[in-house]
């Protein structure tokens, strides 16, 4: 089921000439994610880590695809400082103003494949795609990670801030989209990440 919508994601995308766009969230706290990493035999590298402050980073990204053309990612983050009544994910406009500027930067028709998370299928959301007539959604099965190359995106994220303590909230965010820039230039990467999901794309 979940191959075949994307399959149709496939067609329509080649009679509107338009990019296949993956969605996806994740989310870091100021914890850093565990990681291997050297140390003299018989003893464990420690790092110590600050109890102090809190926060979290939200990320919303879009691994893009489109036969002959350069893939690309495009991202925005949401800082969550803790404070009372803050929002603490991305709200139907937040997703929305991600969708435009990556329809502004891909300069065409979006495809996107998301999965049925509450915020993607609220009317409030279903009343802002019927306004974009330059965008087409297609809804993922839940629990569908490995048909999704953004998952293996915030795979990679993590990896490479593993083991590393952070000073609070800002720098978290520093950090990240320092690594998510890098990723935006290695076209090889995110190839590789849908040729992991065992999706092709191509129209032919």
Not at 23 to 39: F, I, Y
Not at 60 to 75: E, H, K, N, Q, V
Not at 105 to 124: F, K
Request: with cysteine.
């Amino acid at each position: 089921m979940a191959a075949g919508g994307v399959a149709g994601g496939k067609t329509v995308a080649a009679q509107r000439d338009a990019w296949i766009a993956f969605e996806d969230e994740a989310g870091q706290t100021l914890r850093p994610p565990k990681a291997r990493t050297w140390g003299r035999r018989g003893r464990t590298p420690v790092i110590p880590v600050s109890g102090k402050g809190s926060g979290r980073i939200s990320i919303a990204g879009l691994t893009c695809y489109m036969p002959g053309r350069r893939s690309r990612f495009i991202y925005r983050t949401m800082v969550h400082r803790g404070r009372r009544g803050e929002r603490r994910s991305f709200s139907e406009h937040d997703y929305i103003s991600l969708l435009d500027a990556a329809h502004q930067q891909l300069g065409g028709p979006i495809v996107l494949i998301w999965d049925n998370l509450n915020t993607h299928i609220s009317a409030v959301m279903r009343q802002l795609i019927a306004t974009r007539d330059w965008l087409h959604v297609i809804r993922l099965p839940a629990y569908a990670p490995d048909l999704n190359p953004t998952e293996a995106v915030w795979s990679h994220l993590k990896r490479s801030i593993g083991n590393l303590a952070v000073r609070g909230v800002d720098h978290l965010q520093a950090i990240i989209k320092n690594r998510l820039k890098r990723m935006q230039y290695r076209t090889d990467l995110l190839d590789g990440f849908l040729t992991h999901t065992g999706l092709d794309l191509d129209s032919t």
